[in-house]
Structure formats: structure tokens, C-alpha cells
């Protein structure tokens, strides 16, 4: 079966601009994940669907960050306006469900903010 | 959420030595599931270990699980250049787990 996939792999922006991270999970995954991984920590939950609908986005910054799942299956991330602090790798998983499932991750977007 | 606490920090050994890692927990669990994470790269999942088992294998990977001590292992036997990675554990429940700073092994060919 495909895998997660997320684009673009890379994106470098500077600070204020907006940027947004696009993630098609596993066919058939009910629960999608998108995590925040600065270098040398692990991935910190950002926000996490089921199906189409918030589950929890208690750690995401939402004056700045936005997700949505349309029709719940890809979704897109969001963040308007960037600050050097949110560099980081972010990732995109998916899971069939949301208790105790394996997390199927992909590759990233590696953001810089300059 | 439930936040696994791997140790060490970071871990040094020559090709063909073994690795053990460890993770801790606070809260009761479903199961405990470990993951590794290559440079650049989003992390891939090694094995899944229920609550009410204690051991499980695959190939040189060896997950150790003690709920009466909220502690799990893993050990990987004979390892190569290739397991350098960064480790992290996730322990499953009825919330939503979250992810320790992990376990950077590098092995020296």
C-alpha cells in the first residue's frame, strides 16, 4: 500500500510570509496526526483529526497555525504569519484509528524561516 | 496524553556490540510501541508490545515490557552502521501518546 505523503519537501520562507504543507494519508486511516520536530527534540504533536473532525489541538499556536481534513482525507497546515522559531521538520501521520494504533509517518517538510 | 521517557539520551557503540534503550511511563497502558527516526526522515515503526505480554521479538529487535515498574526495553543484537537513528518509544492507551526526546545511537563501522 502507498504511504504517507506530504509536500513540499522543503520550503524556505522569511518571517512573516505564509506557508502551507500539504498531507494525503493512508487509504482508509481514519486518524491523521501532524506533528512539529525542532532539531534535537522529538515530535510534538500539533493537532490530531478523526476522521474530518478535531480530536485535540491543544499545543497548536492558533493565533498563527491552522489545519483542516477536507472530506476527511488529505489535509493541509497552514501558518500565517512565520516566525524564526517555527523551523522545524514537520510530519504527517496517519493511523486506521486513534487508540493505541501504529502511526504511519512521512517524510516531512523541513521548514526554514530566515 | 501519555509521554514516553527514553535513556539514555544518547548511546556510542561499535558495529556488532549490542544496544539496549530504555523508556519510562506514568500512566497504565494498552500497549507500548517503539519507533526509529533517520536523519532527516519521519519515523518508522519497529514493534508493537501489549500490556499483557512481556517479551516480544523481531529479527535483532528484542522489546522488553514491565508494567508493574510503568518500563520498557529494547535491545538490538549485533548491531550494524545502518541502526544509527534516533530511537523513541510511545506508549498506547485511551489517550493520544506523545514522543520523548528520544535515544540517538550512532554505531561506529
Known amino acids: 500500500e502507498a504511504g504517507v505523503a506530504q509536500s513540499p519537501r522543503y520550503k524556505i520562507i522569511e518571517k512573516r510570509q505564509s506557508v502551507a504543507f500539504w498531507c494525503n494519508p493512508i487509504?482508509?486511516?481514519?486518524?491523521l496526526y501532524w506533528y512539529q520536530q525542532i532539531l534535537g527534540q522529538g515530535p510534538k504533536l500539533l493537532i490530531q483529526?478523526?476522521?474530518?473532525?478535531?480530536?485535540?489541538d491543544s499545543q497548536l499556536p492558533k493565533d498563527r497555525f491552522s489545519a483542516e481534513r477536507l472530506k476527511g482525507v488529505d489535509s493541509t497546515l497552514k501558518i500565517q504569519p512565520a516566525k524564526l522559531e517555527d523551523s522545524a521538520v514537520y510530519l504527517c501521520?496517519?493511523?486506521?484509528?486513534?487508540?493505541?494504533?501504529?502511526?504511519?509517518f512521512g517524510a516531512g517538510t523541513r521548514l526554514s524561516v530566515l | 496524553s501519555q509521554q514516553g521517557e527514553e535513556d539514555p539520551q544518547a548511546l556510542s557503540i561499535q558495529e556488532g556490540e549490542n544496544a539496549t534503550m530504555n523508556c519510562s511511563y506514568k500512566?497504565?497502558?494498552?500497549?507500548l510501541q517503539w519507533y526509529r527516526q533517520n536523519s532527516g526522515r519521519g519515523l518508522v515503526h519497529l514493534i508493537l508490545?501489549?500490556?499483557?505480554?512481556r517479551e516480544k521479538h523481531s529479527g535483532r529487535l528484542r522489546v522488553t515490557l514491565d508494567t508493574s515498574k510503568k518500563s520498557s526495553s529494547l535491545l538490538i543484537t549485533a548491531s550494524r552502521a545502518a541502526d544509527t537513528a534516533s530511537y523513541f518509544c510511545?506508549?498506547?492507551?485511551?489517550?493520544?501518546?506523545?514522543f520523548g526526546r528520544g535515544t540517538s545511537l550512532i554505531v561506529h563501522p
Open positions: 487509504s482508509g486511516h481514519a486518524t
Open positions: 508490545i501489549r500490556s499483557n505480554e
Open positions: 483529526f478523526q476522521n474530518n473532525g478535531v480530536v485535540d
Open positions: 501521520a496517519s493511523s486506521r484509528d486513534r487508540v493505541g494504533n501504529i502511526q504511519y
Open positions: 500512566t497504565s497502558i494498552n500497549n
Open positions: 510511545a506508549p498506547g492507551g485511551s489517550y493520544i501518546p506523545t
